[in-house]
């Protein structure tokens, strides 16, 4: 028998592996790309910080996917029928309803974005001296629960850290350190366990249905709650689809209510899951809902719209029930892959297996001559904008905080991320970012570090500002011209 209309089944008379794309584009923006002395200066300016960059002078805008990803048509139409009121709207009815048919829990409450939730969660339920386990920590999740005087401690497996591997789940958690955890702390300390789909620091890698049901087993013998981040879901159902045996012939929507039956809480950035930009809480706990509720009016708004405009509620109503399709989720990975690939040709050093959110380049690897107290990751993504006009995002030290003491903490990883929007970028724009980032891997040794000229105490990555430690970005920009004469 034939199932139908799954992208998976189309297969190409040449054997190629080609991510074929199920949507058309239908509006489209008109992109710029700089040459090289102007990218010089603009980077300069950025203090070679890309979230610094004005989009102007960017050409492939791979920072992130958050709230980038292109909306479908029937998102747009959704948006204008939406119905705005201070309380009770319809549109927050349609939303709530959406949610609970794809989680199943009985109460949501909506937010600004993703971090907004985290501010909730943390305020409600973190206390001084407690200890949050999870598979791995995203960077304005640890801030909350550090600011409320929690701390993180990541229970990853050793693979997680593992640039190349073959385990498809590197984001799973690691039981017998959990379980040390818990006895190490007690339960009571521990307000809850988090898991991360998609996990976002290590390379967008996912976490199998059997490690959190595992997980759930553990914390119901423990009365320990589980905080699922589901912000990078999309990604981690393709996954689980297609790398776990027992899912195969399940459907994205049977997966997704079967994770959301072993959480008690989840919570999103509709930035990233529905393609719009919001975020909100689900839980079917109602002690735990009526707290947080207390919150949202002081944080985000009333509780029917929680800081997001209706028009944005719509388009996430439909963007979510829209990712409940596998021809919809697996575009982003099946991408990422192919970009992995092309990378993995010139011997660049990716993380490997590819995951979801973006293609992941090992800096550690690429500028080994580059010392982590010189921000390598840093380095190497104002090159590769330098080189190309993409801008990528640090995720390595430069991401973490000091210590107390004012001492530099070492990121367990140092990862270039170029992340790829779901159906906004086109193959040959792929190809153009892999041919440039492949000349740039050649030519590393030109490479330099970077030092901070301005440095915020907090989540110092989205406005430091830093120099380079000498005039590498010339005479990179010198190789450029010898070698791609007045090419772009
Ligand atoms: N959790 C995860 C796993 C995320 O990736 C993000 C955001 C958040 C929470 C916070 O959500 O931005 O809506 O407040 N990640 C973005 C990124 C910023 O670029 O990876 P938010």
Redesign the pocket.
Known sequence: MVANGSQNQIKFYSEEDVPLEMHKVRIVQKLNLPPIEKRLEAIIEAGNNTFLLNNRDVFLDML???GVNAMSDRQQAAMMMADDSYAGSETFTRLEKTLNGIFGKEFFLPTH????C?NIISVTMVEEGSVVPMNYH?T??KAHIVANGGKVEEVYIDEALNIESSHPFKGNMDLEKLKNLIKEHGSENIPFVRI?AGT?LIGGQPVSLSNMREVRELCNQENIKIVF?A??LADNLYFIKTREEKCRDMSIAEITQEIADLMDIIYF?A??LGNARG?GICTSDRDIFLKMRELLPLYEGFSTYGGMSVREMEAIAVGLEETMDENMVNQGPQFIKFMAEELKKNDVPVVTPPGG?GCHIDAMQFVDHIPQTEYPAGALVAAVYLISGVRG?ERGTMSEQRDEDGNETLSNMELLRL?LPRRVFTLSQVKYAADRISWLYKNRKLIGGLEFTEEPEVLRFFFGKLKTTSNWQQKLVGKFREDFGDSL
């Open positions: 992130t996917d958050s974005q993703g971090r907004a985290e995203f304005t999740t991360e976002n981040d912000s990078l950035s930035r990233k975020g959110l995002m992340a």
